[in-house]
């Protein structure tokens, strides 16, 4: 009746933005990304038929805000008559500040209770339940390069290519600790209902996945760049108007993105992507992560960076 799990965020390269079917909370365009190893979300889920209701904690501290999520999901996956549970869960980077965390600690969650109640689910199905609670969460269940399409009112997600066999580091540069204001969730919404750039965001997904699927299978990184950075810049203009406007960014955001943009000028293989938060995520290959990091440290409104390779998906851990 008690089981661990670990997850890790993914961070995409060709973004989710959008809902086909909010209800279902079923993306409107596929996605593209890498899952981290680094940053990380440890997640316990103990059954105990003695507590009124679910109880969360998250990092030592009672989280009530996120609680009905948390027990909405575990309905979902198990059904609204079972136990009710404790769930603990410790991550080791910031919260709700475009980084991932809900991503990664969906799919801690699904992990965890499927075996502590003892069922038997594959990792399509986890991915699909986590992917209820958060859309970006079921590319989370899988490692390495992560492809998620839309089919008949489900999703689709498979790893493309392991962490191995192409090695990438990403360093993220923290401009903000604080949560921020609007989730993804009602943003997403915002924009399909209000932004005149969405539907050619819509349409133009496609493409975009086409180029960097190639780019990926051939391990070509200036392509991969070219096109991550430009889908990129397309989602957060779809942000910028609609209305009212969407922006994440602060001045240290673009600080960063001028950062990277001199170490591309001297020939550094780097490129940015951002997500809905004012963090930067700087791609890059191995041999120059030392120098990226020196380099986004050194700018301005940086308050730290982070560091990661490539890593695997959701998975189980054995509790001491």
């Given at each position: 009746m008690r089981a661990t799990a670990i997850a890790q965020p993914n961070i995409a390269l060709i973004k989710y933005w959008g809902k086909e079917n909010v209800a279902e909370n079923l993306p409107a365009v596929g996605s593209l990304s890498i899952t981290l190893e680094t940053l990380t979300t440890r997640m316990t889920v103990e059954y105990d038929a003695a507590l009124p209701a679910d109880r969360l904690f998250v990092n030592g501290?009672?989280?009530?805000?996120?609680?009905?999520?948390?027990?909405?999901?575990?309905?979902?996956l198990l059904g609204q008559g079972r136990m009710p549970a404790t769930i603990t869960s410790e991550i080791n980077f910031p919260i709700a500040a475009g980084l991932a965390s809900s991503a990664a600690s969906f799919a801690a969650l699904v992990v965890a209770?499927?075996?502590?109640?003892?069922?038997?689910?594959?990792?399509?199905?986890?991915?699909?339940?986590?992917?209820?609670?958060?859309?970006?969460?079921?590319?989370?269940?899988?490692?390495?390069?992560?492809?998620?399409?839309?089919?008949?009112n489900s999703i689709e997600v498979d790893s493309v290519l392991a962490a191995g066999d192409w090695p990438l580091d990403v360093v993220v540069a923290v401009t903000a600790d604080t949560e921020k204001l609007l989730s993804s969730g009602d943003a997403m919404i915002r924009s399909a209902g209000t932004s005149p750039f969405y539907k050619n965001w819509v349409s133009g997904q496609d493409h975009d996945l086409d180029v960097a699927r190639t780019a990926v299978a051939e391990r070509d990184f200036a392509a991969l760049a070219a096109i991550a950075e430009h889908n990129c810049l397309k989602m957060h203009s779809v942000m910028w108007a609609s209305r009212p406007p969407i922006v994440y960014w602060n001045a240290a955001t673009i600080a960063c993105m001028q950062t990277v943009r001199n170490l591309q000028a001297d020939d550094i293989p780097v490129f940015f992507t951002i997500d809905a938060g004012p963090q930067v995520k700087a791609v890059c290959l191995p041999d120059s992560a030392d120098q990226v990091r020196n380099a986004l440290r050194?700018?301005?409104?940086?308050?730290r960076t982070m560091h990661s390779n490539l890593g695997d998906g959701a998975r189980l851990l054995v509790d001491p």
């Open positions: 501290e009672v989280s009530d805000k996120m609680r009905p999520r948390v027990s909405m999901c575990l309905d979902s209770a499927s075996h502590a109640a003892g069922r038997s689910m594959d990792t399509l199905a986890l991915a699909r339940a986590a992917g209820r609670a958060s859309g970006s969460a079921a590319r989370s269940l899988y490692g390495g390069f992560v492809e998620l399409t839309t089919s008949e050194n700018t301005d409104g940086v308050l």
